[in-house]
């Protein structure tokens, strides 16, 4: 499972966006408790803003939430992704005089207030789930505190044995489909009954054979670590650096290609430790998948 930890560490100066995180982000207000408000399912391609509809066909989304206050009729929207953008949560830098690799991965919950309607509705979805009471939402935002502050962490991948829904999973992502998953759930547990409505969410799956633990970079990088393996790790990632020339891409993909298809390498980077995937056919899937909206833990009578 994904590591909790105690506290947020400071970002380093060297991680850089090209895009600000959370630009417009507040801080969630305090509803009454007798207001009534609205939770809508908020889902559009990745990088809509810039691409379109572009990786809306590729099944690649982005998720949130939405609110509506009943009281004051305002809108907010809540949403969970990478503090450097995806690369950077997916992939290390290699900078010089450092032998570990270095990782921008951070990811954190966005709260703001509006729902950008046609953002949502062009290429994606914006419908009502549940309702829910003012108590119920300050209920919730103690908890989105708690996991922002503890799941810290953004990962791209989840591993699994095979393509099957059933298979087993070695790794699960964390990401923003997970947080809005999360949320429903933390809503359901403190009653919110959900509309049936099918939801589907993207995956981005590696296919591998039981991972093997290597260490963590204090065990492989450090002053007593395995140079040779350190090396290999470095030389792995060395394709996956951002190009400059199409040139330069395209050498780098059929490196690429090499060690993860003909030679079914991938070095994984979790929970602050490195895993050797032995890879296999079909090695990459991507999946849009239902997962049903949840059951809470209290029934209806018990509002």
């Not at 996991?147 to 964390?174: H, R």
């Not at 009653?191 to 065990?219: C, D, M």
């Amino acid at each position: 499972p994904h590591r909790r930890f105690d506290y947020r560490p400071k970002t380093d100066p060297y991680c850089q966006a090209r895009y600000t995180f959370c630009p417009t982000g507040s801080a969630i207000p305090l509803m009454k408790e007798e207001d009534v408000i609205e939770v809508y399912r908020l889902q559009a391609p990745v990088w809509e803003f810039k691409y379109g509809d572009l990786l809306g066909h590729l099944k690649i989304m982005h998720d949130a939430v939405g609110f509506k206050s009943s009281l004051t009729g305002k809108n907010y929207t809540m949403e969970w992704y990478e503090l450097f953008q995806l690369g950077n949560c997916t992939f290390p830098h290699l900078r010089p005089g450092m032998d570990a690799p270095f990782w921008c991965n951070q990811g954190a919950a966005c709260f703001y207030e509006g729902i950008d309607d046609a953002h949502w509705k062009e290429n994606g979805t914006l419908v009502l789930v549940t309702t829910i009471s003012g108590t119920m939402f300050n209920q919730m935002a103690k908890w989105v505190k708690y996991d922002n502050e503890t799941g810290i962490y953004y990962e791209t991948w989840t591993v699994q044995a095979s393509p099957d829904k059933q298979a087993v999973v070695w790794f699960d992502s964390y990401e923003c489909s997970k947080f809005i998953l999360r949320t429903y759930q933390k809503l359901a547990d403190l009653g919110a009954v959900f509309n049936k409505i099918q939801t589907n969410y993207t995956s981005i799956i590696l296919i591998s054979g039981e991972p093997i633990y290597l260490g963590n970079e204090t065990s492989i990088f450090g002053p007593l670590g395995n140079k040779t393996l350190a090396a290999a790790i470095r030389d792995f990632y060395y394709p996956f650096k951002p190009h400059r020339t199409v040139g330069e891409f395209f050498v780098d993909l059929l490196k690429i290609i090499n060690r993860v298809i003909l030679n079914h390498q991938f070095y994984l980077f979790y929970n602050l430790e490195y895993w050797f995937l032995p890879m296999k056919s079909p090695y990459l899937k991507i999946i849009y998948e239902e997962v049903p909206l949840p059951n809470g833990s209290k029934t209806t009578s018990d509002l």
